[in-house]
């Protein structure tokens, strides 16, 4: 019994002093934070090839044209997906409050440049995306 009241009083003064080095929780956001959308993209069988020219001879060169930065693009050798598309958000979380971001407007009005219209610059865009079974968003931080 005497041990088990010593113990009780080790635990009381440790949980106390514990208590006193604790310092107050308070509210703190990130310095700078680096937001990027990550996009995962998975093709129909035997259609990765004609998504990639469409993606070279317009997607890329709209981006060039429009003096907008290249998203980095990694391509799986295993896993459900056959790339990965990582775009830099340069308004940080901000950039999800815009319907068309002044970047999409310009990318948009050079694949309209490269299509010959903007009709046909959606067309291209709607084959691009029949030639795509499964496309997965996610929005991560750098740190």
């Known amino acids: ?13 440790v949980s106390g002093m514990h208590l006193m080095n604790a310092q107050e929780m308070t509210a703190k956001k990130y ?7 990550m996009v995962y993209i998975k093709f ?20 060039k044209n429009a003096g907008i930065e290249a998203p980095t693009v ?3 050798v295993t896993g459900d997906y ?11 979380i901000e950039t999800l409050n815009y319907e068309m971001t002044p970047n999409d ?6 694949m309209a440049k490269l299509a010959g219209g903007q009709d046909k610059a959606m067309a291209k865009m709607n084959e691009f995306f ?3 079974e499964a496309w997965n968003n996610s929005l991560a931080r750098k740190e």
């Open 74 to 76: 990694y391509h799986f």
């Open 31 to 37: 310095d700078n934070p680096n937001w990027v959308q």
């Open 1 to 13: 019994m005497r041990s088990l009241k010593s113990l009780l009083a080790l635990i009381f003064v």
């Open 130 to 132: 029949n030639y795509v």
């Open 105 to 110: 407007a310009k990318w948009m009005n050079e």
């Open 82 to 92: 056959d790339m990965l598309v990582v775009w830099e958000m340069e308004e940080g």
């Open 44 to 63: 129909k069988p035997m259609k990765k090839d004609p998504a990639m020219g469409i993606i070279q001879e317009y997607f890329a060169q709209a981006d």
